[in-house]
């Protein structure tokens, strides 16, 4: 069953937001902690954003200040905030959950690009 879903991506303009969501199937969602990871063609994925069941948040300094996660555990979401867009931040967006007790789970990915 799909436990991760993401959703929110699109074609935005240099300089354009945009917000992607991740919809969790899981139980106790809201101790898991949740990541957003990117991979651009031809480049191995890499880590965004991490948001812990604390809310606590940390990004990759490629994002700072232009991205922001965010979480509703009522929702069982976890959503990233991307402002100021720019062609290096085209890739496909993964949402991870990690929980000590119950494993990983990844999403299937929303395709971002960022174009004139």
């Known amino acids: 069953q799909v436990q991760l879903v993401e959703s929110g991506g699109g074609l935005v303009q240099p300089g354009g937001s945009l917000r992607l969501s991740c919809a969790a199937s899981?139980?106790?969602?809201?101790?898991?902690?949740v990541g957003w990871y990117r991979q651009a063609p031809g480049k191995q994925r890499e880590w965004v954003a991490t948001?812990?069941?604390?809310?606590?948040?940390l990004y990759s300094d490629s994002v700072k200040g232009r991205f922001t996660i965010s979480r509703d555990n009522t929702k069982k979401a976890v959503y990233l905030q991307m402002n100021e867009l720019r062609p290096e931040d085209t890739a496909v967006y993964y949402c991870?959950?990690?929980?000590?007790?119950?494993?990983?789970?990844w999403g299937q990915g929303t395709q971002v690009t960022v174009s004139s």
């Open positions: 899981l139980n106790f969602f809201s101790n898991y902690v």
């Open positions: 948001i812990t069941s604390l809310s606590s948040t």
């Open positions: 991870k959950a990690d929980h000590s007790t119950y494993g990983r789970y």
